[in-house]
């Protein structure tokens, strides 16, 4: 049991992450080396919990992100109604921790797989990938493109945000332009994140699942987009992690794949003054993410700047990247949580701040579950 300085301040707070059980295997992430954890870190803990199923339940579909609501409060969830069958993504739902209770916001309400096109106000399903960010200076949920039948949408809109999740509505800004379109990303398996210092929409990955990286910053006040991709990137360009920190005001970039489907465990910064990579996490840790994992389970905790990265396996671990200490650290944690390793993603609760949620198809039951988890320092 790791110990920390006497008299420590503990602190709390919330994670949510979606998951599909699979079938894992045990596994230790690549060039992995113990080190020494600095005495503020040493009390950081992970206590799991599974959840009874409550009215109103959503159904599971993979390749989605949950989000934090700064407005509302929640974490929203873009996924299916609970008797739907569909395997892409149709209605957000917002997610209370308080009450373990999902509301159905809006959507299409659709109960099998079936790609119908967009309305004036509402988004056509959709494998929405990673390409989802909240922007906290307008309060929007941005979503750019998706997939759905094989076919990049690259649409973009938003999801207005409330203090009452039920006014939330979409607004389309650009319509769907399937195929490569000029001056617009063509990608269905990249990361978004919103720049809250410059103002922007961030998208990272992989340019039409071709191997080729794209950086693409979309300028909200214009409505242009503009590639920035370097001439070094991160392997990891498919299906990635991606934060924005606000503390180092780059974009944190981890795991990922490659075209064709190898997995990495490195962490990368984007600096957008001089748009740039950077590899990070060399000297002072572990590099970590998980093995065949698109999409890591991963949550940006901005007050603190650190990100939380849950590992699932038949032995689960749970892990921390110091963001100012360039550095991962592995938590001791209870109640092992969700065994998931196919379409997994975690967001900050900000209501709570006292728990972690975890959602999880069990490959069995096909049951939906939800899990918490404690989080303290």
Not at 212 to 221: N, T
Not at 330 to 335: D, Q, Y
Request: charged share 15%; net charge positive; aromatic share 10%.
């Amino acid at each position: 049991m790791r110990k920390g300085k006497p008299g420590a301040r503990v602190t709390r707070f919330t994670v949510v992450f979606v998951g599909l059980l699979a079938n894992a295997q045990p596994r230790m992430p690549l060039n992995v080396r113990v080190v020494a954890a600095p005495a503020s870190q040493k009390l950081t803990t992970i206590a799991w919990t599974k959840q009874p199923k409550t009215a109103g339940w959503p159904g599971f579909t993979g390749y989605t992100t949950l989000q934090s609501d700064p407005v509302g409060l929640t974490v929203l969830f873009y996924g299916i109604l609970g008797a739907s069958s569909s395997i892409y993504s149709s209605n957000v739902f917002a997610y209370t921790t308080s009450t373990n209770s999902y509301q159905n916001l809006v959507g299409t309400n659709q109960l099998m797989t079936f790609c119908n096109p967009n309305t004036a106000t509402i988004p056509g399903d959709r494998h929405p990938v990673g390409q989802m960010a909240v922007d906290t200076q307008r309060n929007r949920l941005w979503l750019y493109g998706g997939v759905c039948g094989g076919v990049n949408r690259n649409d973009l809109w938003y999801l207005t945000l409330h203090a009452d999740p039920s006014q939330n509505t979409w607004v389309n800004v650009t319509p769907q332009c399937p195929g490569n379109c000029p001056e617009r990303p063509n990608t269905n398996d990249s990361a978004m994140v919103y720049n809250s210092d410059r103002d922007v929409l961030f998208l990272w990955g992989d340019h039409n699942s071709s191997g080729f990286p794209r950086a693409w910053v979309y300028h909200i006040d214009t409505g242009r987009w503009e590639d920035v991709t370097p001439a070094t990137n991160p392997p990891g360009l498919s299906f990635p992690g991606l934060v924005y920190d606000t503390l180092t005001r780059k974009a944190i970039q981890f795991g990922g794949g490659s075209a064709g489907g190898i997995y990495y465990n490195q962490t990368w910064a984007f600096d957008f003054a001089t748009k740039t990579w950077r590899r990070k996490a060399l000297a002072t840790g572990p590099t970590i993410a998980p093995l065949n994992t698109p999409l890591p389970q991963a949550a940006l905790d901005p007050v603190k700047h650190r990100i939380f990265l849950h590992i699932p396996a038949l032995v689960p671990e749970d892990w921390m990247y110091d963001i100012a200490l360039d550095l991962w650290l592995v938590l001791v944690t209870t109640g092992g949580g969700p065994a998931c390793n196919l379409s997994n993603t975690m967001a900050l609760d900000r209501r709570t701040g006292n728990t972690l949620v975890a959602h999880c198809r069990d490959i069995l039951t096909f049951d939906f579950e939800t899990w918490r988890g404690l989080i303290t320092n």
